[in-house]
């Protein structure tokens, strides 16, 4: 089953904050955060675990919610480079299901 | 740590031919995946190796599709019979033995069925 992600698009200025969410209709052990920018492939940006155990190599905060099946993604003093198709990958197994992703355009 | 390499990069073939992809994944990266990608859309998950064994294929893949990961290195993809609905970015990524880990995605090979 794939995640639902919401919004489907965002539009910042730089500077500003935006939140992504993240639902899955299954019990997570973990979830991913990739995000893709145009013409490249998906990069690995976080992955949080029960527990509240994160790992990542980016500054960009993200939280779990194991009961509710949901994950938020906190883009904050968003920057140009910050643009690009964000994907969370919820996972209670070895396989990585991507859902249509949520698409931010970050603005000078 | 040179990265997912995929080999060719960019593929053009006629309809109704076969071709073949190349994944070299991460050394010592036990998983390996393969996932198709069309515009605006998220990567389709194709199937999963745990080193040469093959433990989930997606069920809409077409009997076509075809992919191989002998002694648990690199890995191809075969589309037989090709059509124009199988024009997409290919994708390959690798990821350690660990659920905590995640995947590293090659630079993709992109095919276009005229």
């Known amino acids: 089953q794939q995640p639902v992600q919401s919004p489907q698009a965002v539009i910042l200025r730089e500077g500003e904050d935006a939140v992504i969410n993240c639902s899955s209709s299954?019990?997570?052990?973990?979830v991913h955060w990739y995000r893709q920018k145009h013409g490249e492939a998906p990069v690995f940006l976080m992955i949080l675990l029960k527990g509240g155990e994160q790992k990542g190599h980016e500054k960009i905060s993200a939280s779990f919610n194991e009961k509710k099946q949901q994950s938020s993604l906190y883009l904050t003093a968003s920057q140009l480079s910050y643009s690009g198709t964000y994907f969370c990958?919820?996972?209670?197994?070895?396989?990585?299901?991507f859902g249509a992703g949520t698409t931010v355009t970050v603005r000078a | 740590d040179t990265g997912v390499s995929q080999d060719p990069r960019h593929k053009i073939t006629k309809r109704g031919q076969n071709v073949t992809f190349r994944c070299d994944p991460i050394?010592?990266?036990?998983?390996l995946y393969w996932y198709r990608q069309t515009l605006g859309q998220g990567p389709e998950f194709l199937t999963y190796?745990?080193?040469?064994?093959?433990?989930?294929k997606s069920r809409l893949l077409s009997d076509r599709f075809s992919a191989e990961r002998p002694k648990g290195s690199f890995s191809t993809l075969e589309i037989q019979r090709t059509e124009q609905g199988d024009s997409a970015m290919y994708l390959c990524?690798?990821?350690?033995?660990?659920?905590?880990?995640?995947?590293?995605f090659g630079p993709g090979t992109r095919l276009t069925v005229l």
């Open positions: 050394s010592e990266h036990n998983r």
């Open positions: 190796f745990q080193n040469e064994a093959q433990l989930e």
């Open positions: 990524a690798s990821s350690p033995r660990s659920p905590d880990d995640w995947a590293y």
């Open positions: 990958v919820p996972t209670n197994d070895y396989k990585l299901s």
């Open positions: 299954k019990a997570l052990y973990s």
